[in-house]
C-alpha cells in the first residue's frame, strides 16, 4: 500500500501543477481573444475552441485531485448520525461505488474515443480521440486513488478492532 501512496502523491502533485498551467495558459487564451476581439477588431478563431478543451481536461483531471483531496461535495447529515460499525460499512459501499462507476465510466469512454478515432474537431482539427480520452484517464486515476483509500479504510478499522480487541472491548 504504500507504493500505490507514494505513487498516488507524486501523480497528484504532477496533475496539480498540471492543471495550474492548463488554467493559466487558458486565461491567457481568452484573455488574448478579448483583446482581439474588442480592441484590435481581429478575433481569433482558434482560441475560444481550445480554452474548452482544456477546461475539459482541466475538470477530468481535477476530478482525480478532488476525490485525492476528500473534497468532493457530500451531504453528510445521515452518516454522522449513524454507530461507528455502520459508518464504516456505509464509507466502504460508497468507496466500492466510486471505483465500480470509474470502472464503467472508463470503459464506455475508451470505447466512444475508439468509435471517433481518425476523426477530428472543425477548427483546430484536435483528434476526437484525444477529446473523449480525457475520460479515461480521468478514470484511471481515480480508481488508484481509491483503490488506496478502500485499502486505508480497511486497515484502519482491523487495527482499531484488533486494538479494541486486546483491550477486552470486543
Known amino acids: 500500500m504504500r507504493h500505490l501512496s507514494k505513487i498516488n502523491r507524486v501523480l497528484i502533485e504532477i496533475l496539480e501543477w498540471l492543471l495550474a498551467v492548463l488554467l493559466g495558459v487558458s486565461v491567457l487564451f ?8 474588442y480592441v484590435l477588431r481581429d478575433p481569433l478563431d482558434w482560441t475560444e475552441q481550445t480554452s474548452r478543451y482544456m477546461f475539459v481536461w482541466m475538470m477530468m483531471l481535477g476530478a482525480a485531485v478532488m476525490f485525492y483531496r476528500d473534497k468532493a461535495m457530500a451531504f453528510d447529515m445521515l452518516y454522522e448520525r449513524l454507530p461507528k ?33 481518425g476523426r477530428s474537431t472543425s477548427g483546430v482539427r484536435v483528434p476526437l480521440t484525444f477529446m473523449y480520452s480525457s475520460m479515461t484517464v480521468s478514470n484511471l486515476l481515480i480508481i488508484s486513488v481509491m483503490i488506496e483509500k478502500v485499502l ?14 486486546d483491550d477486552g472491548d470486543i
Open 152 to 165: 486505508s479504510h480497511f486497515k484502519l478499522f482491523f487495527v482499531t478492532q484488533r486494538k479494541g480487541s
Open 85 to 117: 460499525g455502520a459508518k464504516f460499512w456505509v464509507k466502504a459501499l460508497i468507496l466500492f461505488s466510486i471505483i465500480a462507476f470509474s470502472i464503467y465510466y472508463g470503459y464506455q469512454a475508451l470505447i466512444l474515443a475508439s468509435r471517433v478515432l
Open 30 to 37: 481568452i484573455l488574448a481573444q478579448v483583446v482581439f476581439r
